[in-house]
């Protein structure tokens, strides 16, 4: 029997090897969607970023790696007549956010920048806040002056703050501190209400004038920034410059002041509050401007603390205001020129009218006393006007007030240039008072007493001057009646800078020969004449005419009860020379200075600097002449107004 190899149970056998299993259908369908789904989310990824946000992350990267740096323009200097240096710029750092390459910051990280700089973490908070709509572009300044401390922690930091950056600047300087300060002013940064105006070329942290020569000439002064793009690398650091748009420096500007007579002003008033301003009557120049107490504007010129800002602004003697041309205070006998003037030009007196002065006089029933009889029980004894205005006679000019009239007084104080502003180019000033029966029913609602005239007619009263009209006026009746607008800008520089200065041509208020030899005679006795007021201000060689005042700021009552220096009176003295063709005229106060006295030296050392470095040639001897021809056009009527008879006003 043959044997067969495949029997049946061979046949019903199932042989299967290790490399014959497959994996279901459905496995493999759904690996395989799985796989052309990949490919689809990354092809998908792939055109957004390569296509659909390209112009983004190009943008991105391009910041990462190219930073705009702006190139601050340094101010220009001011400098005084002879070119010498009152404000100038120097060297500094400012730190600067970079809101290009920015992250939003956590509390720590704001406050760990608050503290790296030394800045207050609220208002570090509320600066990046209130930026926060700006360009991304446009970085923010976060601190003006650097210190070696903050310059160390920002290069120190830079991979944990690589929005930190540092930028050189031209920090403004005031090399003579306190000298000048409210005249010159100071700079601090633009306003927020400033920069969101429409069509604003300021940025935030960008600086401006605010104040005096800086604010006025603000323009001038202002340069034009410029920018510069630079390549970084990833710690932040500049590796390369790709492009730079020069900054234009403001323009200089040169001052009529002189630094001399501003340092010989400034010693002289010392450590006492008040002020003084020296003018050439010829042309309205400001020789020199001080006002004290005073500050230091180099504290602006960063940001200031806020307790030093806090005490400027709460010192009752006002250090931030410029008192020649802010101190609104009455004149005191200063104003007799004013009364003498109109009671010789009306007519209302002659140069020989007399008064019998004996300490006091009783007019509308008030018993009004003379200055020498309040402080050493004396008189005058007869007095004409020559010799009231030497010796500075109340009861002389109260008799004048009383028949001149409120109307006349008012007319030639305001013609002679007090009760408004002289329109110097500095901002701010003040406009003063000359009251009115107008002004008395506006203000108070009532009809002018006829007492109160005689209280205007001796510079009290509500009369308020500034040291600027004191001299503006008394130097306009030293020249005639001949005024020139008061300025601190030399005329032919600022059209030179394309700006367009007010009129400076003269203008007049004429006074007749007669009423000027009276008046400029009875100045030249309070300098030069026995018992003249203002004898120390005598300076050998130097020919010096001027008047004295000294105004109460209270009743004497009250001067006596308190026994307060706060109530002390007001010190003036307003002097000019030569007498006969006046160059330089300066007025001097002293607040709670007491007494007049006190005033006068200090005029006198400023008209004895003036002479002592005088250099040029003198002006023509017939320039004042010439002018007061051509200014003496007719002036509108003299209001003849009722002499007042009603009774004081308590």
Excluded at 200 to 210: E, F, I, L, Q, T
Excluded at 381 to 392: C, K, L, M
Excluded at 552 to 563: D, M, N, R
Aim: a neutral charge.
């Amino acid at each position: 029997m043959r044997w067969d190899p495949t029997p049946a149970i061979w046949e019903r056998m199932e042989v299967r090897f290790p490399g014959d299993e497959r994996p279901p259908a459905w496995k493999i369908a759904f690996f395989q969607y799985a796989i052309a789904a990949s490919f689809l989310i990354l092809l998908a990824g792939y055109w957004r970023l390569q296509i659909g946000q390209h112009a983004q992350y190009l943008d991105l990267a391009e910041r990462n790696r190219i930073r705009n740096l702006p190139v601050i323009a340094p101010r220009g200097r001011i400098l005084d007549r002879e070119g010498r240096v009152l404000a100038d710029n120097f060297p500094a750092f400012s730190v600067l956010f970079m809101r290009e390459s920015a992250t939003a910051l956590s509390p720590d990280g704001v406050a760990g920048i608050a503290r790296g700089l030394q800045l207050d973490p609220e208002e570090l908070r509320h600066t990046l806040e209130r930026t926060a709509s700006l360009p991304r572009f446009q970085p923010v300044l976060l601190k003006q002056a650097a210190t070696l401390e903050d310059i160390s922690f920002v290069e120190s930091h830079h991979l944990e703050y690589p929005e930190l950056d540092l930028i050189q600047v031209q920090q403004r300087l005031y090399p003579k501190h306190q000298v000048m300060a409210a005249m010159l002013g100071y700079v601090g940064e633009v306003p927020e209400d400033m920069i969101a105006k429409l069509g604003s070329n300021y940025r935030p942290g960008d600086v401006m004038g605010k104040f005096g020569v800086e604010g006025e000439y603000n323009q001038i002064l202002s340069g034009r920034d410029g920018m510069r793009r630079v390549v970084v690398n990833s710690r932040g650091q500049e590796v390369g410059e790709l492009s730079k748009i020069d900054a234009h420096p403001g323009n200089d500007l040169r001052l009529t002041i002189d630094l001399d007579l501003q340092m010989a002003a400034e010693a002289s008033l010392g450590e006492r509050p008040g002020a003084v301003v020296a003018l050439d009557p010829r042309t309205g120049e400001v020789l020199c401007m001080v006002s004290h107490p005073s500050f230091d504007p180099n504290d602006f010129a960063k940001r200031i603390d806020p307790k030093e800002w806090q005490a400027l602004t709460t010192d009752p003697m006002k250090p931030l205001m410029n008192k020649a041309i802010q101190a609104q205070l009455a004149p005191g006998s200063v104003f007799k020129i004013v009364t003498a003037s109109a009671a010789l030009e009306t007519g209302t007196v002659s140069k020989d009218f007399t008064v019998q002065c004996v300490g006091s006089v009783v007019i509308y029933g008030h018993l009004f006393h003379d200055w020498v009889f309040q402080g050493k029980h004396r008189a005058h004894g007869t007095v004409n006007i020559h010799t009231a205005i030497r010796e500075s006679c109340d009861v002389f000019f109260y008799t004048m007030g009383k028949m001149l009239g409120i109307d006349k007084i008012v007319y030639f104080a305001k013609g002679l240039g007090l009760g408004a502003r002289t329109g110097i180019d500095l901002p701010a000033e003040a406009a003063g008072l000359i009251p009115s029966p107008e002004w008395e029913q506006r203000v108070f609602k009532h009809k002018w007493y006829a007492g109160e005239t005689i209280s205007v007619a001796i510079g009290q009263g509500a009369n308020a001057v500034t040291p600027i009209q004191l001299a503006h006026t008394i130097g306009g009746i030293a020249m005639g009646g001949v005024f020139h607008r008061p300025h601190i800008a030399f005329q032919d520089q600022l059209r030179a800078l394309g700006e367009n200065p007010p009129d400076n041509s003269p203008h007049g208020f004429p006074l007749s020969d007669e009423t000027l030899a009276a008046v400029k005679s009875g100045m030249w006795a309070v300098v030069n004449e026995g018992g003249g007021t203002g004898s120390a201000a005598r300076c050998p060689g130097i020919d010096i005419s001027g008047k004295t005042g000294t105004a109460q700021v209270v009743s004497q009552a009250l001067q006596e009860s308190t026994k307060s220096s706060e109530y002390n009176n007001t010190a003036w003295f307003v002097g000019y020379a030569p007498s006969d063709k006046p160059e330089i005229v300066v007025a001097a106060l002293v607040q709670r200075g007491e007494h007049s006295t006190v005033a006068v030296p200090i005029a006198r050392d400023v008209i004895k600097a003036y002479f002592d470095k005088r250099a040029g040639p003198k002006p023509p001897s017939n320039q004042m002449e010439t002018q007061v021809r051509v200014l003496s056009q007719a002036r509108p009527a003299i209001p003849a107004g009722p002499v007042a008879t009603a009774p004081m006003h308590q």
